[in-house]
């Protein structure tokens, strides 16, 4: 595989290409019209205009991207995560026309893409399942029927969905139907699809991950867990590896379990298992998502691996290069998705020009971003600017190199989450390691979070106060004898 196209944008394709120029392989980029002095296009070593800025009329056109890659003489298509990263339909085109699809085989996307599907495909290996339908459904009077039996509250969720999208949470019966019409509706206008299906809910549940390899060989192993628990709207904000509620004997049997969830669809390349824990420890398959992660970067610091690479690896035949026993955890991992988005305002999208833009640098500080100063940040897509990663022999250094790396950061133009990060890292809850999907709703107001930045810049006032006084007071009146300077030691 000599030259790759990544069917992607911003800082998954600056990631996926860093990848493919340490490896020797030439990248191709495609843009849209709000992207033409995008990173990615400036980094690549081709790029292609496909389009206006309406994803749709660019990232979603899967016909003209494989034409692109035809015309490029590419032999694969990495498509990174989002826009076409788990259509099926898609996949299929790809392997149709002779370029390698850079993931799992349309099959295992088919099947895992539905929730209700993968379900029935995971209850052969006796996996645990949180109550609910078997079936997807449509209409409002069979999903009461349903909702009742299982027992309130309830989760209405779109089978064909993801990110939030045509999901509801129900407490009483007499709310239910108008809940759920307005799911199957978000669903049909996101994903072309109306059928929900309904689960328990759990009121307090931790959300831990699971990833996966696969080689076309049968081989497959985990890589270990990832906590996703601090969530706005149902989207991960905060990821960290390890999780500081499993201990050894249950991160086996939740790998063991992700391993079986992969071999009932013959997975191959990099995937994510996804469960619920209860406050009883007892855990629960959620779904499987077929494509890299955007928190993959937490696994790649505790393992030491580079999961692009391994997937180019596998896409091209490639035997697994690990066993189960290979896979280290060396200390610890957080990662937090920088969004321009307003926290003191719902987290509202914060669009404009990035008139400064600088990131953090040190040891085991990491950014992925797909910006740089002057950019625009555009309407038309995600709001996530960058992804920021850092590491530590134990958790409270990863959290120490965290607080940081968001202080050095210096972002002008527009809003960020920047504040609302700092604001996790400095809460007890999360310092302590007990927390849940419910973190952001229990404990996030805008009142408390202007308190919290008011104590933190007080904080970051006495430090720089500090070290002012401390570089006067390293300097003294110079020796006339010696004529040189004195630096206090």
């Not at 960058?386 to 530590?392: D, N, P, R």
Request: overall charge negative.
């Amino acid at each position: 595989m000599k030259k790759v196209l990544i069917a992607n944008r911003g800082e998954i394709a600056v990631r996926i290409i860093e990848t493919l120029r340490k490896m020797g392989i030439r990248s191709v980029a495609v843009y849209s019209s709000a992207d033409r002095a995008a990173k990615h296009v400036k980094l690549a070593d081709e790029a292609y205009f496909i389009g206006e800025a309406p994803s749709h009329a660019s990232y979603l056109n899967a016909n003209l991207i494989i034409e692109t890659a035809k015309k490029a003489k590419c032999e694969g298509i990495h498509p990174g995560y989002g826009f076409l990263s788990e259509n099926a339909g898609f996949a299929e085109m790809v392997e149709a026309s002779g370029i390698r699809f850079i993931g799992p085989g349309s099959e295992a996307i088919r099947l895992m893409g539905s929730k209700i599907a993968a379900k029935e495909a995971v209850k052969t290996y006796n996996i645990p399942m949180v109550p609910g339908t078997d079936l997807a459904i449509e209409d409002p009077e069979l999903g009461l029927d349903i909702a009742q039996k299982t027992g309130f509250p309830v989760l209405i969720k779109a089978s064909a969905g993801g990110g939030g999208k045509g999901m509801r949470i129900v407490e009483h019966a007499g709310e239910f139907k108008e809940q759920m019409s307005r799911a199957i509706s978000e669903a049909k206008n996101a994903f072309g699809d109306g059928a929900v299906f309904i689960e328990k809910y759990f009121t307090t549940p931790r959300h831990i991950e699971m990833q996966i390899l696969g080689d076309q060989y049968g081989n497959i192993i985990h890589l270990n867990e990832r906590e996703c628990s601090v969530q706005r709207r149902h989207q991960k904000v905060v990821e960290e590896s390890p999780s500081m509620l499993l201990d050894q004997e249950m991160r086996q049997k939740m790998g063991e379990a992700a391993i079986l969830v992969a071999r009932c669809c013959n997975y191959v390349g990099a995937g994510t298992v996804e469960f619920l824990v209860d406050e009883h420890k007892n855990f629960y398959f959620l779904e499987m998502n077929t494509r890299l992660q955007v928190e993959h970067p937490v696994t790649e610091y505790i393992t030491g691996l580079d999961l692009v690479e391994e997937q180019i690896r596998i896409a091209r035949g490639e035997v697994l290069r690990y066993k189960q026993e290979d896979i280290p955890i060396n200390g610890h991992a957080i990662e937090l998705r920088v969004y321009a988005e307003d926290p003191e305002e719902e987290f509202v999208p914060s669009t404009g020009t990035l008139e400064t833009y600088i990131e953090p640098q040190g040891s085991y500080i990491r950014v992925d971003s797909g910006y740089e100063s002057g950019m625009e940040v555009p309407i038309y897509y995600d709001p996530m600017l960058a992804k920021l990663i850092t590491w530590g022999k134990t958790r409270i250094e990863a959290i120490n190199q965290m607080k940081s790396a968001i202080r050095q950061y210096r972002v002008f133009g527009v809003k960020t989450t920047l504040p609302f990060g700092c604001f996790v890292m400095n809460h007890p809850e999360f310092i302590g390691g007990n927390y849940n999907t419910n973190f952001v709703n229990k404990y996030y107001s805008k009142e408390k979070f202007q308190h919290a930045i008011e104590a933190e810049s007080r904080v970051a006032a006495l430090i720089a106060t500090k070290l002012h006084l401390d570089t006067v007071n390293q300097v003294k009146e110079p020796h006339h004898d010696k004529g040189n300077w004195l630096v206090k030691s």
